[in-house]
């Protein structure tokens, strides 16, 4: 009772206090400017400490803001700032700020909850960040690469070399087996999708799996331009707000807004190139005999081929990828607006011209993002992007019919020139003893190409119902929706050397994937501050619609000459429709109290989906997160934070997991009906991951030294898995949920400013990140999972009480004979980022380094090199030392290809020099500032790793890393200049 | 705020609400597929015509698996292309492994068998069958599922097979039965729709697929399930419990079947391919410049010659030099290889992947009559079928076999000719020195090069009865 009647004198308070507001009459004013330039600072907020009263800087960096009678404590916070206290006397009302460069991020606002923010500082749970100006300092084709080294807890690794990205986040391990195992991607508050759509490539390279395809995933869409700043929620108490989508972690992104004040415009130019990195070495034949001779060469036909010609080697990889071309980037924007009306526009035309010819990556977009103030409680902000991509990514990895160009040069000698002859034609290297493929006469006749068009748009409403001293009501709004049309055009024509012994020579591809998602959310966050306490109680709903549609069009034995897909004999249509539907309600509750040293937070989201097999059931997932700030602990201004958080998330059953289908077999011109080998749950559910995470942070040395350290516990169950029954039953897998897989890791982050001075500046940050996974229960035998490898080649196993990353292979038993048994693991011991930045005056260098210790790549590329007999050790006991204990003669020990995969890569590095203001501004025209740089991607590595890069996954991105190296398409690296103006 | 405003704001919300509220606006389906509750749920005679061609449809499963791994363990032939080493190694000389290759050939069988088995049991539940289709339709399926297990046990051998598939998947799998007791099961199904066909009037109530031509009526089906009879008596004749009783009943059901010593020795009933969009293509054919099925050479030189000189009709419609790229193909230290299965070429040596393979053809069924007649008939007219395919089918002179020759003899004599009339059809020179004890004469290339008895129970069929792999089930 007496609780109840609390309730409603609060309540009737609430109701009160507005009228209280127009009562007060002092207003507090001042400046707001940055330190040692004094330039004014835009957009800052500047709040009175115990209250809900808050005004914004104006381009002068000029504010107002009311304030009660008495001594009050004014707090001023800007993007890019460390946010500063400062206390006014009762009867002073003016005040100024001088504001310094939050270098280690720890005041950027960071999502904490479906409809509110927190400071890092202040956040409960570890969230990476990284800001926009981190991710475009150095050229990249998609945000991933930019983040390379740049996270802890992150573990971000690249597939292969082919532009256009095809990189893969893994955030806190492994945390499912079958199911998406994608971070969820949120850009302004609308859902990205980060789909890979499979173009068909291995329907004409005969792929061991569709997974070969190869595709770009679509953050490739995404222009690092426009970003302002990437958030990661890595745990389960953060990101629990995302439900079931969030099992793998949540990674938000905000694009760049516009600020009051005058107009500005960027200009930034890059010309570049890329170049190959690392590459095989053509083995030199002694001999024309012992190139003719089978079992040192390659047979007869190599002996007459080399007839009348001389015993050259030619380096193929030289001659494939070895042409540099020009990359370019163009990108410009205008922001500004009023305190009402904000705006940020920007354009980009990107063109990267990578290392194989014919191939490469092109951006254009455009984006639009707009802040409207209406009347004086509602805000209203849209963004919108269009955007075309161009992908060719080239013909690499596995295969075979030897269409794949790496595949394809293991088997080459390098005797066979494969340049164009000068009558035009092109040497088929079977006629000397190679395969029939010759990949610069595929690279200049086939066309393996996908473009994309999207548009992502999305609307934020804010309406701030009412504001007082002491509480605050708004109602939040949001909506979006991101729409992509990917079309893959394949084309491989009948001239082609490997088309011609085909039955049906010539095959052409039409694929396309349309992707429509939709999220609306719409919920109201109340905030009330009594008593030394702020209760910020938020709550609402959520509707997430995706639906993703491919159709394809396959043709075989074309017309020669032909490409369209009506010109040939045997067209195969394809079509598959995923939707997906899930609604959800949230609550959660936000304490700060003991003057905000202590925070807890607690939430559920309950949401149903049309993946489960209860379509009515509401799942729930529950957070709870708490922090306590121990202040000037090492010296004044310093602080501790230790937290601690608890978490469940879910991943949904994948389209289709709940039915059991039918299929159609065709005969004689009619449709069958056949019962399908895969048998569905009906009762399928959402795997459940339950996360509990500790740590600290520690902030001092006047805030120049930051420590992040974040253990954690992540628990799977009702994992989803396929049985695989008796095959007797007719049936090769069956859907259910079961098992329980675990991660536990440790994430630290080391930030220092060795040296601040007035005109010179060493930033230095490092992260560390270590994760180890079990399978803790296991309710079927070991099974491979998806892309696991090659059966007797090394694949992953999943089996009860071994990481989920183990490989296993045949090895030799100590005890003599041939066993399958661990020969690998794929997860690193740990990795390591170390980011650098170094200012003088106006110049800055900056260089990033990650570094993998740890984990193992099964180097078949080696292997094939090996079989084909033209590995440039050949003959030699290295040689032989891996291929005796192989090849025939041998029992297929695989351990030998089984290498570590421990890398350190000079990631980034970039010089940047501003003109003098004095000398920017003698070019007149508005120039305001010059800055001239030059940027590195990927320039220096040290790697054990025999093979071109132990960064490699020929199935592409998967939920289990199997790092299987065939023949991947060669790492490059790039560098470019660039010139950016702003007026 | 208006109060338009705050009604537009309460109107998204209800709508957002609604749409998270109504159950139907979750119940996605699948629109990509049929569910199998479409054949189950509530069948009817269209449902019940695509599942019968479905059946027939699935009945090619494992075919191309089975020809060319049974071609290659009788060494008809080799897969030379290169891409998987398991293939001149592990095919070749062993071990056979359960979890790869040995284990192949298995699982598509019974894929079918599921299909099959729901057909039967949907049949009875269809309102607008009349009883005389629902008796033709199960004697359809009946023998369709002989025809699978047939395949199944000569696949399996010794090992015996599973028969009683249809348990659900939360039971413990069908046990396997023996060799003998599968044969057993395949006769008494075969009989059973033998029965069905005979109550099951004029038509079947779905047309029958391509392939079946002569056997698109329940009367004419019949002599295609007796032709299957016939060879299951004649495969079993050699084991224990078979004998001359079974080549005895052979004759019974050769006399029943299709079998014509006038009629064209290519009439039969065939898995049909087609090169047309979607059609399934025939698995072995491909271009004279593909590097990948060859004929043994031993197939090339055992081909006898016709009086003029040239060899064997069957082997010079059967087997073509190899050309382009595909001359002189090896793999590891196995000798050159020159010639390509051309059976299912076009005549301008080009892959015809529209052209059928036969389930058992008239030719077969006159070697099948020649065999049961020497061991359990006449002499004179095995010697006679002998020689009808012979000059018929091989334009070469009779044979030299008398009445008085030595079984051993015949069976020389009828192991040549059932190679070359079947060569790259069912692997029959592996199957036949099996039943013939005669594995030790398959000729091998080199040394440490084997061959096997039986492909192995797949290690995912011993993982399921918790046995370790390989397995050798017991059983019933």
């Not at chain 1, 009347?375 to 849209?382: A, E, F, N």
Request: with cysteine; hydrophobic share 40%; aromatic share 8%.
């Amino acid at each position: 009772m007496g609780m109840h009647r609390k309730i409603l004198r609060l309540a009737a308070g609430l109701m009160v206090l507005p009228g209280l507001l127009a009562a007060q009459a002092r207003q507090i004013s001042g400046t707001v400017t940055r330190v040692g330039t004094g330039a004014p600072i835009p957009e800052a907020t500047v709040s009175v400490v115990g209250t809900t009263n808050s005004a914004r800087t104006n381009a002068q960096g000029q504010f107002v803001v009311s304030a009660p009678a008495g001594e009050v404590r004014l707090q001023v916070r800007a993007i890019g700032f460390t946010r500063k206290d400062a206390i006014v006397p009762a009867g002073n009302n003016t005040v100024n700020f001088t504001l310094d460069q939050d270098v280690f991020k720890l005041d950027e606002v960071v999502v904490s909850g479906a409809a509110t923010t927190v400071e890092r500082r202040q956040a409960a749970t570890s969230i990476g960040y990284v800001s926009g100006d981190d991710v475009t300092k150095v050229a990249s084709a998609s945000i991933e690469s930019a983040l390379h080294g740049k996270l802890a807890g992150v573990n971000i690794q690249g597939n292969g070399g082919a532009p256009g990205g095809g990189l893969q986040l893994q955030i806190r391990g492994t945390n499912t087996i079958l199911g998406a195992f994608d971070p969820l991607f949120v850009v302004d508050g609308v859902i990205y999708s980060n789909a890979r759509i499979l173009g068909g490539r291995s329907t004409i390279d005969n792929g061991a799996s569709v997974l070969e395809d190869d595709p770009a995933n679509r953050l490739a869409d995404l222009n690092p331009a426009d970003i302002a700043s990437i958030e990661v929620l890595k745990g389960a108490a953060a990101a629990a707000i995302y439900g079931s989508k969030a099992a793998n972690g949540v990674v938000v992104v905000k694009t760049i807004r516009g600020a009051a004040g005058t107009t500005r415009v960027n200009v930034s130019q890059r010309l570049g190139t890329f170049d190959l990195l690392r590459r095989y070495e053509p083995r030199i034949y002694a001999s024309v005999a012992e190139a003719a001779d089978p079992s040192t060469g390659h047979g007869a036909s190599a002996g007459t081929f080399l007839q009348g010609r001389s015993l050259e080697a030619f380096n193929h990889y030289e001659q494939v990828w070895g042409k540099k071309r020009l990359s370019y980037e163009t990108v410009a924007d205008v922001s500004g607006g009023t305190e009402t009306t904000k705006y940020f526009m920007s354009a980009t035309w990107k063109r990267d011209n990578a290392i194989e010819p014919g191939t490469g990556f092109s951006r254009q977009a455009l984006r639009v993002n707009l802040d409207q103030k209406v009347g004086s409680k509602i805000d209203i902000s849209v963004s919108s992007v269009f955007n075309r991509a161009l992908h060719a990514r080239g013909w690499g990895n596995n295969c075979n019919n030897y269409a794949c160009f790496g595949y394809a040069l293991a088997y080459i000698p390098s005797f066979i020139d494969l340049r164009k002859q000068s009558d035009g034609s092109y040497i088929n290297p079977a006629i000397g003893g190679g395969v029939s493929s010759n990949p610069l006469q595929t690279a200049e006749l086939a066309r393996n190409e996908a473009e994309t068009f999207r548009f992502t748009g999305g609307v934020n409403f804010t309406y701030n119902a009412y504001t007082s001293e002491k509480s605050s009501f708004r109602v939040v709004g949001s909506g979006g929706a991101d729409l992509f049309s990917q079309n893959d055009d394949l084309w491989s024509p009948n001239e082609l050397f490997y088309e011609f012994s085909q039955a049906r020579p010539g095959t052409s591809i039409q694929n396309n994937g349309k992707n429509r998602q939709m999220n609306w959310n719409l919920g109201a966050v109340h905030t009330l501050r009594t008593g030394g306490i702020q209760f910020t109680t938020s709550g609402g709903m959520q509707y997430e619609d995706r639906r993703l549609l491919t159709t394809r069009i396959t043709t075989d034995n074309l017309v020669p000459g032909q490409q369209n897909v009506n010109q040939g004999t045997n067209v195969v249509a394809a079509q598959t429709l995923t939707p997906e539907r899930t609604f959800a309600f949230y609550g959660q509750e936000d304490l700060s109290l003991l003057d905000d040293r202590l925070l807890i937070s607690g939430g559920v989201r309950s949401e149903r989906s049309s993946a489960n097999g209860d379509i009515g059931k509401y799942f729930a997932y529950p957070r709870v997160s708490a922090k306590y700030s121990i202040r000037d602990i090492i010296g004044s201004g310093s602080e501790l934070k230790l937290r601690a958080g608890y978490g469940q998330l879910g991943n949904q059953p994948v389209f289709g997991n709940k039915f059991t289908l039918l299929n159609t077999p065709q005969l004689g011109g009619r449709n069958g009906f056949a019962v399908a080998t895969t048998a569905g749950d009906p009762t399928i559910k959402p795997e459940r991951v339950k996360e509990i995470e500790g740590g600290f942070d520690l902030n001092f040395w006047n805030g120049r030294i930051n420590i992040d350290v974040t253990a954690f516990r992540r628990q799977t169950t009702d994992l989803l898995l396929s049985r695989t029954p008796a095959p007797s039953t007719g049936f090769t897998a069956q859907i259910f949920n079961g098992g329980q897989i675990s991660n536990k890791g440790i994430e630290t982050v080391f930030g220092i400013t060795p040296i601040q001075k007035s005109n010179f500046n060493w930033v230095s940050s490092t992260s560390f990140t270590l994760v180890r996974s079990n399978v803790d229960s296991l309710p079927v035998p070991a099974f491979r999972p998806p892309a696991s490898g090659f059966g007797g080649l090394g694949v992953l196993l999943i089996a009860q009480g071994k990481p989920l990353t183990r490989v296993i292979g045949p090895k030799l038993n100590p005890s003599g004979g041939v066993v399958q048994d661990d020969v690998g693991d794929t997860n690193p011991d740990f990795r390591m980022g170390f980011q650098n930045s170094f200012t003088y005056k106006n110049l800055n260098f900056s260089f990033t380094v990650d570094w993998q210790k740890g984990g193992t790549v099964t180097n078949l590329t080696q292997l094939l090199y090996d079989d084909g007999k033209t590995s440039s050790d050949f003959g030699t006991p290295a040689y032989e030392d891996r291929w005796f204990p192989r090849g025939f003669a041998g029992q297929g020990i695989i351990t030998v290809y089984i290498e570590p995969a421990d890398f350190v890569k000079l990631r980034e590095v970039s010089v940047n020099w501003g003109l003098p203001r004095s000398v920017s501004e003698a070019f007149g025209l508005g120039v305001r500032d010059v800055r001239l740089g030059v940027t590195g991607r990927d320039l220096l590595w040290s790697t054990k790793y025999s093979g071109l890069d132990p960064e490699v996954a020929n199935f592409g991105a998967a939920a289990i890393r199997s790092n299987v190296d065939v023949t991947p398409y060669p790492p490059s690296r790039s560098v470019f200049f660039n010139v950016a103006v702003s007026y | 705020m208006t109060t338009t405003k705050l009604s537009r704001v309460a109107g998204v919300a209800a709508l957002v609400f609604a749409a998270g509220c109504s159950d139907s606006h979750y119940n996605i389906l699948n629109t990509n597929a049929p569910t199998v509750e479409q054949l189950t749920g509530a069948p009817n005679k269209a449902i019940l015509g695509r599942a019968a061609l479905g059946a027939a449809a699935l009945l090619a499963n494992d075919l191309g698996g089975e020809i060319s791994f049974f071609a290659i363990f009788g060494r008809e032939g080799y897969n030379l292309l290169g891409n998987d080493p398991r293939l001149t190694q592990e095919m070749l000389r062993g071990p056979l492994e359960a979890g790869g290759f040995g284990g192949a050939n298995f699982t598509g069988k019974y894929i079918a068998l599921r299909t099959i088995n729901e057909y039967l049991k949907a049949i009875d539940a269809a309102p607008d069958l009349t009883a005389a289709e629902k008796s033709a339709s199960k004697g359809y399926a009946k023998t369709l599922k002989a025809v699978l297990l047939l395949r199944t046990i000569v696949r399996n051998g010794v090992l015996g097979a599973p028969i009683a598939v249809e348990v659900s998947l939360n039971d413990p799998p069908a046990p396997f039965v023996s060799q003998a007791g599968v044969y057993t099961y395949i006769l008494a199904q075969l009989d059973e729709a033998r029965s069905d066909l005979n109550a099951g009037g004029t038509a079947f109530p779905f047309n029958t697929p391509s392939g079946h031509e002569i056997a698109n009526t329940p009367a004419n089906f019949i002599k295609f399930n007796r032709a299957i009879a016939a060879k299951a008596q004649v495969l079993r004749s050699t084991l224990a419990g078979g004998g001359n009783a079974a080549y005895t009943a052979a004759l019974t059901a050769l006399n029943e079947s299709f079998m014509s010593r006038t009629g064209a020795l290519s009439n039969a009933v065939s898995y049909a391919y087609s090169s047309a969009s979607g059609e399934p293509n025939n698995p072995i054919s491909e271009n004279l410049s593909a590097q990948r099925f060859y004929i043994h050479n031993s197939v090339v030189s055992g081909v006898q010659l016709k009086g003029n000189g040239q060899p064997d009709n069957r082997y010079a419609a059967k087997v073509k030099p190899a050309i382009g790229d595909a001359v002189n193909r090896t793999q590891g230290s196995l000798p050159l290889h020159n010639f390509k299965p051309a059976m299912y070429n076009n005549a301008d040596g080009t892959a015809d992947l529209g052209a059928d393979i036969p389930v058992i053809k008239n030719e077969e069924l006159i070697l099948l009559a020649a065999e049961a007649n020497w061991f359990a008939g006449s002499k004179q007219q095995a010697i006679d079928d002998i020689n009808l395919i012979r000059t018929t089918s091989g334009g070469l002179a009779p044979t030299s076999l008398t009445t008085s020759s030595t079984n051993a003899q015949f069976i020389t004599e009828l192991l040549y000719n059932r190679l070359y009339s079947l060569l790259w059809e069912q692997g029959t020179r592996w199957v036949d020195a099996r039943r013939f004890n005669l594995l030790s004469t398959i000729p091998l290339d080199r040394a440490g090069d084997v061959t096997f008895q039986n492909m192995l129970v797949p290690a995912t069929e011993c993982d399921a009865r918790g046995l370790s792999v390989p397995c050798t089930p017991p059983t019933q």
